[in-house]
């Protein structure tokens, strides 16, 4: 935390100190679970830490960006984080909520979304005697804000996305060239200026010299397949989404969505987004954007739900091969992007492999196949015994450093009609 961070509210006071102290201290015990799962076995340890890692994640809002001038530097820098905290509050509630149940969510007011936050991080800022400006990080309590949605009648989801890269494939007209990695892109630059977390996070690639040599943008227009799983191995993801823009005109943009894990078939759907009277064009693709994310959550949670979640989960014994520290934890960390694994208790560790007990719903080829999107491989060693490593291509990417923070098998779904956004 920078020097700025620390306890920016004159409402939060003393106590607003204590608040982010606890909260770093939740988040050092959630390491620390996490640390003693990979030395001790079972107790399901390393399942408690990310469990408390993803709900943090889910309840917080990142890069909220404010912009305030008053009479004087204390009021502007006031009323900046009284807004910062209900516009926080607002981005969770549409990340936890569906579509169709978006138009009744709550107008909680700046005085009243104060009730709602556990802490905040001031990232950036700058100020004058009349203006403040600043990008803050905001984590709301999460029984609070469960409780506001059940008193609304709003059903929501906790269940995140897996991380999905984003290649923002660029086309300014109909019948012109995309552009994927060159200058200018504007829709590449609304997508970077995207927080990663919530419900969907999302990465866009560097644009070095590797990513430009993984996929190009007539690769990517092309829909290659091959070409998005190459970029996956650079950033050690397992799902990638093509978000092809075509601007038909100066107030319609026609996004095809192209979806790409590890394995199976591509996932095909469209959005379509009109441009609102006196929109400006950087908020109008903003919008777009939003309403990309908002297709690929309700995705998520249509896929989700179609796992039955009453279906008695079963158990098996799974060795891992592991090698690395890396290796294991990569496995972990795909094993809990699995929409079909119930669980995954470590019963021994040692340098060469993992013994875990695996909890799923389905039957051992669904799980297969589901494993395989995500960059596993299940194969029967017999006796009661499976084993699951990741797949050859898959166990080493080529390195690529992901940008900072700027997520069920089930087959691919058709292509759906457009969805026209006014």
Not at 274 to 293: N, Q
Not at 305 to 317: C, D, K
Request: aromatic share 4%; net charge neutral.
């Amino acid at each position: 935390m920078t020097a700025s961070s620390a306890c920016v509210t004159e409402r939060l006071g003393s106590m607003g100190c204590k608040i982010l102290h606890r909260r770093s201290i939740a988040m050092a015990v959630a390491a620390l679970l996490a640390l003693v799962a990979l030395l001790a076995p079972g107790q399901g340890r390393a399942q408690d830490g990310a469990a408390l890692a993803a709900t943090q994640a889910l309840f917080t809002a990142r890069d909220v960006a404010v912009d305030v001038t008053a009479d004087n530097a204390l009021k502007a820098r006031d009323q900046a984080l009284l807004e910062a905290q209900a516009k926080g509050l607002a981005q969770v509630l549409r990340d936890l909520t569906p579509a169709d149940q978006q138009s009744r969510l709550p107008q909680v007011s700046a005085q009243e979304a104060q009730n709602y936050v556990l802490s905040l991080q001031v990232k950036d800022e700058k100020r004058s005697s009349v203006r403040y400006i600043a990008s803050l990080d905001i984590m709301y309590n999460p029984p609070a804000v469960r409780a506001l949605l059940r008193q609304n009648g709003i059903t929501f989801s906790e269940t995140p996305l897996t991380p999905v890269l984003v290649l923002p494939l660029w086309q300014p007209q109909a019948g012109g060239s995309a552009v994927l990695w060159e200058d200018p892109n504007p829709w590449r630059e609304t997508w970077q200026r995207r927080p990663a977390a919530g419900l969907v996070p999302v990465t866009t690639p560097l644009g070095d010299l590797g990513d430009l040599q993984a996929i190009s943008a007539e690769e990517a227009a092309a829909k290659r397949a091959d070409a998005v799983r190459r970029i996956l191995g650079r950033y050690e993801m397992t799902e990638g989404v093509i978000a092809h823009a075509l601007q038909v005109n100066p107030d319609t943009l026609q996004i095809d969505l192209t979806r790409v894990r590890l394995a199976g078939e591509p996932g095909q759907a469209a959005v379509t987004v009109t441009r609102r009277p006196d929109e400006a064009p950087e908020a109008f693709l903003a919008r777009a954007a939003d309403e990309v994310t908002a297709r690929l959550r309700d995705d998520w949670r249509a896929q989700a739900a179609a796992v039955p979640a009453s279906q008695a989960p079963s158990q098996v014994t799974v060795l891992v091969p592991t090698g690395s520290l890396n290796t294991w934890l990569t496995v972990r960390e795909r094993l809990s992007q699995v929409p079909l694994v119930r669980g995954v208790d470590i019963q021994a560790l040692s340098r060469q492999q993992a013994q875990i007990l695996l909890g799923y719903v389905g039957d051992t080829n669904q799980l297969a196949l589901t494993l395989a999107q995500y960059g596993l491989e299940l194969s029967d060693l017999g006796g009661g015994i499976w084993q699951i490593e990741l797949r050859q291509g898959a166990a080493a990417p080529a390195p690529a450093q992901v940008p900072a923070a700027g997520s069920s098998v089930v087959a691919p779904a058709p292509a759906p009609a457009p969805v026209v956004v006014q």
